[in-house]
């Protein structure tokens, strides 16, 4: 499953969307591609020149820049193009393969750049962890670029006098970042987490990233800049001033709840991705507003156009706290803690009298009556004030950054979504445990449909479903052909055992008929999806190895 050109178009321009961008500012972009990028920089400058010398890609750079009365565009060989200007700022949109050197396009932008002015280079790793992770993917890019070792780019940006540098790591590269990590705020076991992979639908990928940088981050913090899958270098002759070490998007939530994260030194600010986020942003504000009338510690301010939350120094979230407890003393250190944040929530947070007309009422999930009624419900349901999201300082609970709301929510699926998230990141951690202390464990599948049907409203479903799905591995490609063969197996079972019982019980005929159409509907479903397994090229592509474990198999039996 592909992204379409609009979806991957937003997302690509995730790269520079946050930059600090000078006003009245003029930029060349070199190697301009189809104007993924070009239309972006248009919003930032007064002049903007591009160059693509690949005539197929230009003629897409020019429907997509048609419009844009403040941008040049250039088809020719780089080392043909002569310009009469100087620019504040130079983006070098990757290096062509065969055609370009970096220390050539370094030469060329030293004559166009402003004394002061910012290179800005997108190139790919050489020992990303991609290189070594996907195989057998299909290059449709008919440009292929180079890559490059983080060691041989300091070298050559020092030759060529950009002496001052900042390097970013893009993941899960620079084409769909989702997360921009800097030297000075590298990832963690939990925020590693964001790396949203996307691959092309013909990629077999040996294992799940993620859990492979993680290995990467807990052996040395240092040597993840080495197997960062991409960079994004900002140069200049002059001191690099900007300020901003750490980005991330939401590229899995649907478009109108997608904000970008930015911090810098001093503070950390939200603002929309897109225009369609601003009535989000406005969510956010009034849930501010309502934190703030309850008397809840709240580190969030908000201006006309971002959401702004000060920066905790040298104090750990409450949930690393709670993790290092756990981890040194078991989850029974952490129960006393738990609780006062519980009883904490509990006082300040406005009861509701409503019980006819819940959040289970609103998504249609079966509940007891008397075990609703043991439920504690809140009036203005602010729901992500989890532990994630909280500081303890001065033995005061402050919070930030929450977003979300739902009228008439229990206190416990609050607490319930505390401990899950909390468990999710330490193993050490017995949820079940916690929930059974916390009077929370009778009432746990229910808060897990409400919680998936939660996210279901935020995510973008085909976003998601890439994501999920890129993680093809000889092996799983193998068991997921078992998979649906044994289910179809079943699926045939059961509809041969709902024929027998229609013509034996003529009372529940209609019933019957309409649960076997369902059968045979699911029997259709899982032989297309077995049958896209097997067309995919992945499997193709994989035949020679099955046969391996085939004779193998045979040798063991």
């Known amino acids: 499953m592909d992204l379409d050109k609009e979806s991957l178009s937003i997302i690509n321009k995730n790269i520079i969307n946050w930059y600090p961008w000078k006003e009245n500012s003029k930029i060349l ?28 890609k230009y003629k897409e750079l020019q429907e ?29 949109n990757s290096i062509k393969q065969e055609k370009q050197t970096l220390e050539k396009i370094l030469d060329y932008a030293n004559k166009y750049i402003n004394e002061s002015g910012i290179l800005l280079i997108l190139l790919d790793n050489k020992f990303g962890l991609a290189t070594f992770n996907c195989k057998w993917e299909d290059n449709e890019d008919k440009d292929p670029k180079i890559k490059m070792e983080k060691t041989s780019i300091e070298q050559m940006l020092k030759k060529q006098g950009f002496e001052n540098y900042k390097f970013y790591y893009p993941l899960p590269n620079y084409k769909t970042p989702n997360v921009i990590y800097t030297d000075n705020y590298m990832p963690n076991e939990e925020s590693i987490l964001r790396d949203l992979t996307l691959y092309n639908e013909n990629t077999v990928v040996i294992t799940d ?38 980005v991330s998007f939401g590229n899995s939530r649907k478009e109108k709840y997608r904000m970008k994260t930015i911090m810098n030194n001093e503070q950390v600010y939200k603002e929309p991705v897109l225009e369609e986020g601003k009535e989000h ?26 959401i702004y939350s000060k920066l905790i120094k040298n104090v750990q979230s409450f949930d690393k706290m709670l993790i290092e407890m756990a981890k040194e003393n078991g989850t029974e250190s952490i129960l006393e803690s738990v609780q006062k944040f519980y009883k904490d929530l509990e006082n300040k947070l406005e009861k509701s009298e ?25 009036k203005d349901g602010i729901y992500d004030l989890i532990f994630q999201n909280a500081f303890l300082i001065d033995n005061e609970f402050h919070f930030y950054d929450q977003e979300w709301i739902e009228e008439n929510i229990p206190i416990e699926f609050i607490m319930y979504r505390a401990i899950y998230y909390l468990g999710n990141s330490c193993s050490a951690i017995d949820t079940d445990e916690l929930y059974k202390r916390m009077n929370i464990y009778p009432y746990k599948d229910i808060f897990e449909k409400l919680e998936n049907i939660l996210q279901y ?13 890129s993680f093809k591995t000889i092996r799983s490609i193998h068991d997921t052909c078992i998979h649906y063969n044994n289910l179809r197996g079943i699926a045939e079972n059961e509809a041969l055992q709902l024929k027998e019982q229609l013509k034996n019980n003529e009372l529940e005929k209609e019933r019957l008929r309409q649960a076997l159409e369902e059968k045979n509907h699911q029997i259709k479903d899982l032989e297309f999806q077995l049958n896209y397994v097997i067309s995919s090229k992945s499997w193709k592509m994989t035949e020679p190895l099955r046969n391996i474990r085939r004779k193998f198999n045979k040798k063991l039996y």
């Open 29 to 56: 972009e070199i190697n301009a591609n189809s104007g993924e990028l070009t239309e972006e920089l248009s919003c930032h400058a007064d002049k903007v020149v591009a160059i693509e010398e690949n005539k197929e």
């Open 64 to 92: 997509k820049c048609r419009d844009l009365q403040n941008t040049e565009l250039i088809s020719d060989k780089l080392e043909n193009v002569e310009l009469n200007e100087k620019f504040d700022y130079i983006l070098i």
């Open 209 to 246: 990233e993620r859990n492979k940088y993680k290995e990467i981050i807990n052996e040395n913090i240092n040597l993840f800049s080495m197997y960062a899958n991409s960079f994004l270098i900002e140069t200049s002759k002059m001191p690099i001033t900007n300020e901003i070490k750490y």
């Open 281 to 306: 942003l406005q969510t956010i504000k009034n849930n501010i507003i309502i934190l703030n009338r309850l008397g809840i510690n709240i580190l969030d301010t908000f201006d006309e156009n971002k």
């Open 354 to 378: 409503q019980t006819a007309n819940t959040v289970f009422e609103k998504y249609n999930i079966e509940i007891n009556e008397e075990a609703k009624r043991k439920l504690h419900f809140i």
């Open 457 to 469: 409203q935020i995510k973008d479903e085909k976003i998601w479903k890439i994501h999920a799905e």
